[in-house]
């Protein structure tokens, strides 16, 4: 089985201050990680994932997430809040093994609110 | 160039009536999938399709019937719709069924059952 959880339902940031957003995951095997962001009323937008190798990785909008095995964590982050960052972000794992078959695990989202 | 496109956008409808949503991919993709997500941002696999042929049929009513004619295409038909199928419907789209392929989202159709 595969799961995903974020723990926080909104996180609250000033524009200017680094923000993270939290995931962690549960996989039988090795996990591939990714993050999504939604715009009110648009679909999810792709942001960054982890494969393999460098456990930080970057993504579009100057957006990264590291990758934490020993914590099963794989933290969205960005250095400097933007307003324009507002919007639901979506952690999802897919299980290594027999990924052919087995879909994508989307956690519940996290609404992040920069505020100017 | 819209990537993954869906018609309509919204749609209002009457509980017991048959519905079909469309969705499109021009990047060239094998792979289709179906979600929904509910009204607390809730996002769950519907179906996926790789070349035609169906690989994810979650725990989904049977009144739902996915149905791709090409690879390009893959329409969501739902009969006798219930209150409960009110939600935003979400077409995505990957190169293949790998487990690195990123997949591409289109921008939704809510759909909402009086």
């Known amino acids: 089985a595969q799961s995903v959880a974020q723990p926080e339902d909104q996180v609250n940031v000033a524009e200017g201050n680094p923000l993270t957003v939290k995931c962690t995951y549960s996989?039988?095997?090795?996990?591939?990680l990714f993050w999504y962001v939604q715009y009110p009323n648009r679909g999810l937008q792709f942001l960054l994932k982890y494969i393999t190798g460098d456990n930080l990785v970057k993504g579009s909008y100057g957006f990264e997430a590291e990758f934490n095995k020993s914590q099963t964590s794989f933290h969205l982050k960005k250095p400097s809040a933007l307003v324009s960052d507002s919007a639901l972000y979506f952690c999802a794992v897919r299980d290594k093994r027999g990924t052919g078959r087995r879909a994508l695990t989307f956690g519940s989202g996290t609404r992040l609110q920069v505020q100017p | 160039d819209t990537a993954v496109s869906q018609t309509p956008k919204y749609l209002v409808t009457q509980m017991g009536n048959d519905k079909s949503i469309k969705c499109e991919q021009n990047?060239?993709?094998?792979?289709m999938y179906w979600y929904k997500q509910d009204s607390k941002k809730f996002l769950k696999i519907m179906f996926s399709?790789?070349?035609?042929?169906?690989?994810i049929n979650e725990t989904v009513p049977n009144r739902f019937s996915p149905k791709s004619p090409d690879k390009a295409h893959l329409n969501l038909h739902i009969n006798s719709l219930e209150l409960g199928d009110s939600a935003v419907y979400f077409c995505?789209?990957?190169?293949?069924?790998?487990?690195?392929?990123?997949?591409?989202f289109g921008p939704g159709t809510r759909l909402t059952v009086l």
């Open positions: 995505a789209s990957s190169q293949g069924l790998g487990g690195t392929d990123t997949q591409y």
């Open positions: 399709y790789n070349n035609k042929e169906l690989i």
């Open positions: 990047l060239g993709h094998d792979t």
């Open positions: 996989v039988s095997g090795n996990p591939y």
